[in-house]
Nanobody
């Protein structure tokens, strides 16, 4: 079982920045593929960025150049640095994790990001 706890959401003006964090805890020591998804009102959940245990990372085209995903030094932690935020970035952002060695998926509770124009 993996528990994911997100933090760092909030309200920011257009052009501003926010950093989201996700801390994963597990009853066993295991490597996790991790990602950020987001879901805006009335829309489907969409992938924002991914990062593998070795640090290999990628971001979706609509946030490229503005968002950066990274892993922390302390175990399975992950951050999403969001710069040049736009009103269309407004959504609930979810932390996602999947253990490398087994096919189970875990989701955080979500954190609200609101960008005002």
């Amino acid at each position: 079982q993996v528990q994911l706890v997100e933090s760092g959401g909030g309200l920011v003006q257009s052009g501003g920045s926010l950093t989201l964090s996700c801390a994963a805890s597990s009853s066993i020591l295991e490597s996790l593929n991790m990602a950020w998804y987001r879901q805006a009102p009335g829309k489907e959940r969409e992938l924002v960025a991914t990062i593998a245990p070795d640090g290999t990372a990628g971001v979706t085209y609509f946030v490229k150049g503005r968002f950066t995903i990274s892993r922390g030094n302390a175990g399975n932690t992950m951050r999403l640095q969001m710069n040049s935020l736009k009103p269309e970035d407004t959504a609930v952002y979810y932390c996602y994790a999947r253990p490398v060695t087994r096919w189970e998926e875990y989701w955080g509770q979500g954190t609200q990001v609101t960008v005002s124009s």
